[in-house]
Nanobody
Framework: EVQLVESGGGLVQAGGSLSLSCAAS????????IAWFRQVPGKEREGVSC????????RYADSVKGRFTVSSDNAKSTVYLQMNSLKPEDTAVYYCAAASLWEWTIVAGLAVDEYSHWGQGTQVTVSS
């Protein structure tokens, strides 16, 4: 059974940092891409960043470039999202998602439809 479990969310002041983790199980981690999405009530889910676990290729949304860093620890089957210089507009529920590299491209790496497995989400709140 595929499982993705996010952790690390919380409340932080603007300008602060948080690190999210996505622990994966039930599939060959190295053969998958993992992405981070976020969603606020009433808005569509937004792709934040993604990483191909096979070679570490990454992609970021323009809104987080230079502030967020995605990384993976293949030995632990875990993907991290380091979020620095947080802004109130980063407030959202953050989800991780997984897709087989056989069915995934970096070009579409921030698209919701690219992913078939999702975690439950973790709340990130940035106060001004």
């Amino acid at each position: 059974e595929v499982q993705l479990v996010e952790s690390g969310g919380g409340l932080v002041q603007a300008g602060g940092s948080l690190s999210l983790s996505c622990a994966a199980s039930g599939f060959p981690f190295d053969d998958y891409a993992i992405a981070w999405f976020r969603q606020v009530p009433g808005k569509e889910r937004e792709g934040v960043s993604c990483i191909a676990n096979s070679d570490g290729v990454t992609r970021y949304a323009d809104s987080v470039k230079g502030r967020f860093t995605v990384s993976s620890d293949n030995a632990k089957s875990t993907v991290y999202l380091q979020m620095n210089s947080l802004k109130p507009e980063d407030t959202a529920v953050y989800y991780c998602a997984a897709a087989s590299l056989w069915e995934w491209t970096i070009v579409a790496g921030l698209a919701v439809d690219e992913y078939s497995h999702w975690g439950q989400g973790t709340q990130v709140t940035v106060s001004s």
